[in-house]
């Protein structure tokens, strides 16, 4: 098995190690909790968040950027 690191916030890691039991191996603990949250559900959330920073992000009108 190939290992890979990834970076995580010092408080995300300490609540990674609170689901991790001596019998249990990280990427166990990792597939857990991404079978009980479906990908769509976090793919939603995204665009839902992405949608809200545009709306408050000043910009050009689309129509003004495509036309030239």
Known sequence: MALKSVPVRHSTWKKLRAYKTDAVTYDEVLNELMK????????KRVIREHDKRMRTRDGRPWREVLDG
């Open 36 to 43: 009980a949250l479906p990908p769509e559900v976090v793919a």
